[in-house]
């Protein structure tokens, strides 16, 4: 592979690997999933550790899933594969024997490092011992964890106040390992907890509490089997949350129509064959998708209005469609929102959701002919400007039909990290509640912080502004994960420290403040043992469930420690004597972190009992009961407002995406098995008028550009590859075109950054 010449480590090498295309996939899984998973499996690791590694995973003694937080079904599980192809890849990348030893780094500079792909740098293996980067050198060197722990509190103790450090959470953290995390920043002194949720369903967050009264999903896994239509929009599960297509086909055997809400048409909202049936596995299928709405990107406000509006009609026509019982009894502000929606035509509502009037009909016509409606959705409703007001609508669809708070209906916003539910359930916010803080106080007799901290957008800024100078990650991949590549990684450099908690390497390890540390950890997978005793960890899924999690892998090196120990040490050197908490006692066995978690937030009842139950135990959820715990004690429907987007002539609407190979900035291999997109990820999906109207081809080479804000931002060498998918709208994977993403572009309210509506104009390469 060629390798980039510039010295820019932030960006991604544009060397382009060879693009092959074929048609895409019309089924989702089968036999070439668990081909490809034992592939990545046995190509990471030895055949005894591999079997062991997938025998463990997701059943009940065993661990969760790396990947994604869609959750195991609560009886019946498969024995042995109670797994998808995404998941092997995800615990083939983090069990891999590969070690990353001292003399990696001794060959290999930083800036050397910078010129390797993601794909390259995530192939290289477990980080092995802790490193440190010093002041003014382009080496990683080894240091010992007493030296990194007391550079760090060096560091945080210098500062002038505990709100110029930063401290970042990405989703995997256990519970255990959060609820610490939270506890030390706030005993340090800031509630300065950004995390990958603010970039994620921050706008689910905000949409749902206002208008149910809880922040997560109401539905069960048991729901989606009695639904009568499941909506699903903005979602691609066949890629990232293959074991939802197992419900999905179970909800069809039982009767359930789906309506898909898409630009692109996914494989996996197509059709499935099962892999954990003999017949799934031969190729027999069962098709998903009863109507499929190619919406224009950020159409949905428009397109639910729309159906809104048919929904209406059909009411005041023939009645049956809406459920005044339910919205008399549970709701507040119908009369405006049904005001509102007269003043929309269908005609502009379907033009500016680019869709006819006829296809909008047929959608609705599902809608008004079910009873009980589940609605999915993930990043393709929660990335853009109005993302909490297309989740309103959604909300305002459910709440018309009584959809909410009954068995096989309600809210599923579909979760991406495995513990990113758990981690805000711990307190890990940039603005935690004021009962929260209470207890907190009250449990460990210290004052924390009552002053809201920074979010992601606003910690960048921050750093960027030299308003914060130590950057502390537990987990993930902040540089990459994060909008305005170039932009961040000035903010990164601008710091006196930057330190990473982490499995593997990544890009955010190479573009560091003055002084740098890697702090190698235990990943899920992995033995962790305390005092002489096997622990194990919980999590929180997407529905919900806390149950446990035991890694059984024997760690690859000697130096991990766990991240609950890593709090501990940590907190014990910056805070020393002052701090009034007993971090020893805690990480010495992990039931006292648990039976502290108990007496501080609710529905931890008997904690360290209900988890070690199979399967694990519910948190109390009131939209589930419906119980909407809103300021009225009512749900709240919503009026919302779209501007539909003006693009100029030669502007189109990119969408950034992941591919089937990759897991957020992990990068498993080079191919879009789904899309038929292989050996390539510098790709620009687009409409073949648009193209042709430009005069171009498909294969062709164009550089990207935004100009947000009049600073112009650059993606160089891409391909064209002629796709379905609406006009003026493009599809490019994240992280590539994260570039392309400015930083003051979020949605509303909840400040996630634009990634599925950046502005962007293309121009062939000279
Ligand atoms: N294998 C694997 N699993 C994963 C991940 C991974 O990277 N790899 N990531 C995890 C994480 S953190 C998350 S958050 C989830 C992400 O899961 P998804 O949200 O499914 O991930 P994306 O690829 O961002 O896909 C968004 C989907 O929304 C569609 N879309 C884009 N814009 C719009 C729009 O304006 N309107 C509508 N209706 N649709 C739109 C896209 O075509 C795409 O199908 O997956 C989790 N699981
Ligand atoms: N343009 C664009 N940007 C996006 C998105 C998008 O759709 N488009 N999606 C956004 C979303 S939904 C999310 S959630 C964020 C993801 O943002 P992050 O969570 O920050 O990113 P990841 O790529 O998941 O992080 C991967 C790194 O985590 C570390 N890691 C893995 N397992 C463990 C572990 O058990 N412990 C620790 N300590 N470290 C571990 C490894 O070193 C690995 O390199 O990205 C966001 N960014
Ligand atoms: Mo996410």
């Known amino acids: 592979m060629k390798k980039k010449t510039t010295l820019n480590p932030e960006l991604t090498p544009e060397t382009l690997t060879g693009l092959k295309t074929s048609e895409p996939k019309e089924v989702a899984v089968g036999m070439p999933a668990v081909v490809s998973s034992m592939k990545h499996v046995f ?21 969760d899933c790396p990947s994604c937080a ?7 599980r498969s024995s042995f594969a109670e797994y998808c192809e995404n998941g092997a890849k995800a615990v083939a990348e983090e069990a891999t024997t590969k070690r990353l030893l001292p003399d990696f780094f001794a060959q290999h500079s930083i800036v050397e490092l910078g010129t390797w792909s993601d794909y390259e740098l995530s192939q290289q293996g477990r980080i092995a011992q802790p490193m440190h980067k010093r002041k003014g050198v382009d080496h990683y060197e080894p240091i010992a964890w007493e030296d990194a722990f007391a550079l760090i509190a060096k560091h945080l103790n210098e500062l002038q106040s505990p709100n110029e450090a930063i401290f970042y959470t990405s989703g995997r953290t256990s519970n255990e390992a959060a609820f610490l995390y939270q506890l030390f920043v706030r005993e340090y002194g800031t509630n300065n907890l950004p995390d990958c949720s603010n970039m994620c369903h921050e706008s689910s967050g905000v949409a749902l509490i206002e208008t149910v009264g809880i922040g997560k999903g109401s539905v069960k896994l048991e729901d989606l089997y009695l ?7 903005g979602q691609n599960p066949g890629t990232n949350h293959p074991r939802m297509l197992s419900a999905l086909e179970k909800a069809k055997r039982n009767g359930a129509k789906i309506l898909s809400v898409n630009p692109l048409y996914e494989t996996g909202l197509v059709a499935f064959s099962n ?42 026509k023939n009645g049956g469609v809406f459920d005044w019982k339910f919205i008399e009894e549970k709701t507040t502000g119908v009369q405006d929102l049904l005001i509102d929606l007269e003043k929309h035509t269908l005609q502009q509502l379907a033009e500016d959701c680019g869709l006819t009037v006829s296809q909008l009909r047929e959608a609705a016509e599902l809608i008004i002919n079910s009873k009980k409606i589940v609605a999915c959705w993930a990043m393709g409703l929660t990335q853009h400007k109005n993302a909490v007001d297309n989740i309103r609508e959604v909300v305002n669809l459910l709440l018309l039909k009584g959809s909410i708070g009954k068995p096989g209906a309600g809210t599923c916003p579909v979760r991406g990290h495995s513990n990113v539910q758990g981690d805000r359930t711990m307190g890990i916010w940039e603005m935690p509640p004021k009962s929260f803080l209470d207890s907190l106080e009250k449990q460990f007799g210290f004052q924390p912080p009552r002053h809201h901290g920074y979010n992601t957008v606003e910690a960048i800024k921050a750093m960027y502004e030299r308003k914060a100078s130590v950057f502390f990650a ?3 991949n902040f540089l990459s994960a994060t909008p305005d590549t170039v932009y961040t990684a000035q903010a990164l450099r ?19 403040g003055e002084e740098a540390l890697i702090l190698p950890c235990l990943g899920r997978t992995d033995l962790d043992i305390q005092h002489g005793e096997a622990q194990f960890v919980s999590v929180e899924n997407s529905m919900g469930v806390v149950h446990q999690s035991k890694g059984k892998l024997k760690p690859i090196s000697e130096f991990l420690l766990s991240e609950p120990d890593i709090v501990r040490r940590l907190a014990n050197a910056v805070l020393e004597y002052k701090s009034v908490i007993d971090w020893d006692k805690y990480v010495a066995h992990y039931d ?8 501080t937030i609710p529905g931890f009842e008997n904690y360290n009992e209900r988890v070690r139950k199979p399967g694990g135990f519910y948190l109390p959820n009131g939209a589930r009961e419906g119980d909407f715990k809103t300021n009225t004690g009512k749900a709240a429907f919503s009026v919302n407002q779209y501007l539909p987007l003006k693009l100029a002539e030669e502007e189109y609407l990119m969408m950034t995406i992941r591919s089937h190979d990759q897991f957020n900035t992990t990068i498993y291999g080079l191919d879009d098995r789904y899309r038929g997109i292989y050996n390539e990820r510098r790709v620009v999906l687009m409409n073949e008028q648009d193209i042709s109207k430009r005069g171009w081809k498909g294969g062709e080479k164009v ?15 891409f391909i064209i590859v002629p796709y379905s998918i609406p006009e003026r709208c493009v599809a490019t994977y994240f992280p590539e075109t994260n570039t392309l993403v400015p930083i003051d572009s979020f949605a509303e309210r909840s400040m996630t950054p634009t990634s599925k509506t950046v502005i962007i104009q293309i121009k062939p390469v000279i």
């Open 474 to 476: 537990m987990g993930g």
């Open 703 to 717: 550089d990207l550009f935004n100009y947000f804000g009049g600073i112009e931002r650059t993606a160089p060498q």
């Open 494 to 512: 601008n710091c006196s420290l930057t330190a990473h908690v982490s499995t593997k390497l990544n890009r955010s390890h190479l573009v560091t």
């Open 227 to 233: 639904a009568d239509l499941i909506i699903i929009a």
């Open 43 to 63: 190509g990471a690791m030895d055949v005894g550790r591999g079997v062991k590694a997938l025998l463990n995973l997701n059943q009940k003694d065993g661990f």
């Open 592 to 599: 006292n972190i648990r039976a502290i978690i108990e007496q």
């Open 70 to 76: 869609w959750p195991d079904p609560d009886d019946e």
């Open 275 to 316: 892999p954990q049936t003999a017949g799934g596995l031969l190729g027999t299928k069962t098709d998903l998708s009863d109507v499929f709405l190619q919406v224009r990107i950020n159409g949905d406000v428009p397109l639910f209005k729309a159906l809104l509006k048919l929904m209406h009609a059909e009411e005041q």
